[in-house]
């Protein structure tokens, strides 16, 4: 199982990025999904969180900036940025759990990370 993230890019302050996590191969859920970022010189944290009956939560620094949400056919989660601050720039990796239907016809459940994508918010 792969986790793709994707979206991240060079933005302009008040700025808007979406990112998205999805996952390939032959993935048929995904679960409780969690976008993280790191920043430079500092310790990951967590951003938002989207659970499998579609709460979320936010990290107060982004809370009123930023919405996540799910497609669960596509099996990707996205992540809305806006109003973005040159603090925001950080590498953003996503986090999830799901589930995998092996050539067997059996299932494993995981937990993967996402390679993380790159934001860059600056003038």
């Known amino acids: 199982v792969q986790l793709q993230a994707s979206g991240g890019g060079l933005v302009q302050p008040g700025g808007s990025l979406r990112l998205s996590c999805a996952a390939s191969?032959?993935?048929?859920?995904?679960?409780?999904v969690g976008w993280y970022r790191q920043a430079p010189g500092k310790q990951r944290e967590l951003v938002a969180t989207i659970s499998t009956d579609g709460s979320t939560s936010y990290a107060d620094s982004v809370k009123g900036r930023s919405s996540i949400s799910r497609d669960n056919t596509k099996k990707t989660v996205y992540l809305q940025l806006n109003s973005l601050k040159p603090e925001d720039t950080a590498v953003y990796y996503c986090n999830a759990d799901g589930l995998t239907l092996n050539m067997d016809d059996t299932y494993t459940a995981w937990r993967s990370w996402g390679q993380g994508t790159l934001v860059t918010v600056s003038s």
């Open positions: 191969g032959r993935t048929v859920r995904l679960n409780d």
